[in-house]
């Protein structure tokens, strides 16, 4: 069960648009549509802002996207804003198959950086 | 609503246990949910400790589950983490998180309520 590669940061001015990786293997993310992806600001608890490859939790700005083809998923911050400076991570369901049982693997994290 | 409070010593000696609990209100444990634990390394990335079913069913991280117990009060409404032989790479924020459910309450392993985390340091 390996982390999820995220590359360690990504930067955009505010406006733009921003699109995050998140790489895994057919046995997590290529193979489940249970990737999630959560936003941690400094300090605080992360805070999950997509769910099962697309969905947003209600109250999610709808300027949060994702989407997954083959083993990696993508995150897409649209319209960036200062407030969306924080740390992202994504995390999979990655199911083991020596001990049948469930496991959930996250990503190392990028740090968006806004101009 | 729905609050998860993390409670427990911030300071374990090496080769000591670890122990913490998360305190849920604003929801029954009883519920269709998994329960989790999560940790973060000080300035690294999260990583999945287990979870557990007010059932008692468990699933742990492979690379833990040696050390690892999670056990669930229904009375209290609390579930708790045990980590055993720990040392200085321990030394972490603890999380403890639930996960989400569909409407046909299949776990979707994401997580959206979390506590506001315990730094627990182990050192002597």
């Known amino acids: 069960q390996s982390a999820l590669t995220q590359p360690a940061s990504v930067s955009g001015s505010p406006g733009q648009s921003i699109t995050m990786s998140c790489t895994g293997t057919?046995?997590?993310?290529?193979?489940?549509?249970?990737v999630s992806w959560y936003q941690q600001l400094p300090g605080k608890a992360p805070k999950l802002i997509i769910y099962?490859?697309?969905n947003r939790p209600s109250g999610v700005s709808s300027r949060f996207s994702a989407s997954k083809s083959g083993n990696t998923a993508s995150l897409t911050i649209s319209g960036l804003q200062a407030e969306d400076e924080a740390d992202y991570y994504c995390?999979?369901?990655?199911?083991?198959?020596?001990?049948?049982?469930?496991?959930?693997?996250f990503g190392g994290g990028t740090k968006l950086t806004v101009l | 609503q729905v609050q998860l409070q993390e409670s427990g010593p911030g300071l374990v000696k090496p080769s000591g246990t670890l122990s913490l609990t998360c305190a849920v209100s604003?929801?029954?444990?009883?519920?269709?949910?998994?329960w989790s634990w999560v940790r973060q390394p000080p300035g690294k990335g999260l990583e999945w400790i287990g979870e557990?079913?007010?059932?008692?069913?468990?699933n742990y991280n492979p690379s833990l589950k040696s050390r690892v117990t999670l056990s669930v009060d229904k009375s209290k409404n609390q579930f708790s983490l045990r980590l055993t032989s720990v040392t200085a790479a321990d030394t972490a924020v603890y999380y403890c998180?639930?996960?989400?459910?569909?409407?046909?309450?299949?776990?979707?392993?994401?997580?959206?309520?979390w506590g506001q985390g315990a730094l627990v340091t182990v050192s002597s």
């Open positions: 099962e490859v697309t």
């Open positions: 998180a639930r996960g989400v459910v569909d409407g046909r309450e299949w776990h979707l392993y994401a997580f959206e309520y």
């Open positions: 057919s046995s997590d993310v290529g193979g489940y549509n249970y």
């Open positions: 604003g929801v029954s444990i009883r519920g269709s949910h998994w």
């Open positions: 995390s999979s369901y990655s199911p083991s198959y020596t001990d049948i049982s469930t496991h959930v693997v």
């Open positions: 557990i079913f007010h059932s008692g069913s468990t």
